[in-house]
């Protein structure tokens, strides 16, 4: 089986310091994409960022960055110069062979002003 | 350009009630996805489909249906409503595996 974990329910961070979020995941595959979503208050989930499993290097998005360790199945997402925007629930989230997305029952990160 | 559209926003039904919740995007996507979010679950799929004529069953199928006659189209349908299935439900599409999943709004649902 394939599972994605979140071993972290919820997070503070003070507005513009670094947090970092864990995701752990299992899968036998070896070509596949890792994803983190973000869906604040509003409920709209949004595509932070993606990870090409075969690409060694981490994937950088402004102020979001991941730390892939293929060998270990870790995916943590480190968000820098932290937002009050930033307050919401992350979830990480990969495919099955041929699925859409399994995802982690997220962490909820509040940033504190 | 919409994306990704829902209907209802909200509903509340019955215990035993049937109906269906309306999915469509405009991207010609090939996969399109039902999804539901229970507070502290995450996000767990229902059902999907990996093209027009193409359904299969996900984490938690039971209790409800889907058919996918377009590519555009892929409604959720609720047999006979029980209050377990009050829930967050997202309708998802996307390319072929690797690519960003586009969401929905959602529904809310409440089975009294």
């Known amino acids: 089986a394939q599972t994605v974990t979140q071993s972290q329910p919820e997070m503070s961070v003070q507005e513009a310091e670094t947090v970092t979020l864990s995701c752990t995941y299992d899968?036998?595959?070896?070509?596949?994409?890792l994803f983190w979503y973000k869906q604040p208050p509003s409920r709209q989930m949004i595509l932070v960022i993606r990870?090409?499993?075969?690409?060694?290097q981490n994937a950088t998005e402004n102020r979001f960055s991941v730390n892939f360790q293929k060998a270990a199945k870790s995916f943590s997402l480190k968000i820098s110069d932290s937002q009050l925007g930033d307050t919401a629930m992350y979830f990480c989230?990969?495919?099955?062979?041929?699925?859409?997305?399994?995802f982690g029952k997220g962490t909820r990160l509040s940033v504190i002003a | 350009n919409a994306g990704v559209t829902q209907t209802p926003k909200f509903q509340v039904l019955k215990t035993g009630q049937s109906m269906t919740l309306q999915c469509a995007q405009d991207?010609?996507?090939?996969?399109m996805s039902w999804y539901r979010q229970d507070p502290g679950m995450g996000l767990r799929l229902i059902h999907y489909?990996?093209?027009?004529?193409?359904?299969d069953q996900g984490e938690v199928p039971n209790g409800y249906n889907v058919s996918r006659s377009t590519t555009e189209d892929f409604p959720l349908r609720l047999l006979s409503a029980a209050p377990s299935q009050t829930s967050v439900y997202f309708c998802?599409?996307?390319?072929?595996?690797?690519?960003?999943?586009?969401f929905g709004p959602g529904t809310r649902l409440t089975v009294l």
């Open positions: 990870q090409e499993a075969y690409k060694q």
């Open positions: 998802a599409s996307s390319r072929p595996q690797g690519h960003e999943q586009f």
């Open positions: 899968t036998s595959e070896n070509n596949y994409y």
């Open positions: 991207m010609n996507h090939e996969y």
């Open positions: 989230a990969f495919p099955l062979r041929n699925t859409p997305l399994v």
């Open positions: 489909s990996v093209g027009a004529g193409i359904t």
